[in-house]
């Protein structure tokens, strides 16, 4: 059983950055892809970003490439998510969730086994 507690939401204007952080529970968190998704009112969950249980390889939906950076530290069992240049569209609640031994569509969130409660980020215009 893994659980994850994400923070770091807030308000923020456009153009302003905030740094996402997920704080894992459990002693096998490096067995664990993970990946940040969002969902904004009254839309489908949608991935964001992953990352392979060593932070050799990161993914990213289009949408966020160049302005947001997926990051992980074993040691702290923590993955965070940096992102910059926020827009108004990025306005949601995002998760993270945990992927046992994930390798391959990281992007899917029907694979992910555990997931957080959410951290809400509004970006206002």
């Known amino acids: 059983q893994v659980q994850l507690v994400e923070s770091g939401g807030g308000l923020v204007q456009a153009g302003g950055s905030l740094r996402l952080s997920c704080v894992a529970s459990g002693r096998t968190f490096s067995s664990y892809a993970m990946g940040w998704f969002r969902q904004a009112p009254g839309k489908e969950r949608e991935f964001v970003a992953a990352i392979n249980w060593s932070g050799s390889n990161t993914y990213y939906a289009d949408s966020v490439k160049g302005r947001f950076t997926i990051s992980r530290d074993n040691a702290k069992i923590t993955v965070y998510l940096q992102m910059n240049s926020l827009k108004p569209e990025d306005t949601a609640v995002y998760y993270c969730?945990?992927?046992?031994?994930?390798?391959?569509?990281?992007?899917?969130?029907?694979?992910?086994?555990?997931w957080g409660q959410g951290t809400r980020v509004t970006v206002s215009s």
């Open positions: 969730a945990a992927y046992y031994s994930g390798t391959s569509d990281l992007h899917r969130p029907e694979n992910y086994d555990y």
